[in-house]
Nanobody, 124 residues
């Protein structure tokens, strides 16, 4: 049974930073790519960032490039999303996901498992 549990969300002001964590269990974490997605009310779930199995390859959505950083610690079965210079448009529920293979992936259908999501609210 694969389980992904996000933590670290909350309410911050524009310009602040926030760090999300996602702990995985039930699968050999180090073999799989991981991703972060977000969904604002009334909108589709959008890609944010992805990282391959080793951490050597990452991709970002244009909207977060230069502000967000994805990383992973395979010894802790954890993937992180460091979010800096937050904007009101970053407000959403953030989901971590475990990919179907070891590589980076930007489409939701490339992911087999999802966390329950965590709210990030940025006030302007």
């Amino acid at each position: 049974q694969v389980q992904l549990v996000e933590s670290g969300g909350g309410l911050v002001q524009a310009g602040d930073s926030l760090s999300l964590s996602c702990v995985a269990s039930g699968r050999t974490f180090s073999r799989y790519g991981m991703g972060w997605f977000r969904q604002a009310p009334g909108k589709e779930r959008d890609f944010v960032a992805t990282i391959n199995w080793s951490g050597s390859s990452t991709l970002y959505a244009d909207s977060v490039k230069g502000r967000f950083t994805i990383s992973r610690d395979n010894a802790k079965n954890t993937v992180y999303l460091q979010m800096n210079s937050l904007k009101s448009e970053d407000t959403a529920v953030y989901y971590c996901a475990l990919a179907a293979d070891s590589q980076v992936a930007v489409k939701t259908h490339h992911y087999d498992y999802w966390g329950q999501g965590i709210q990030v609210t940025v006030s302007s």
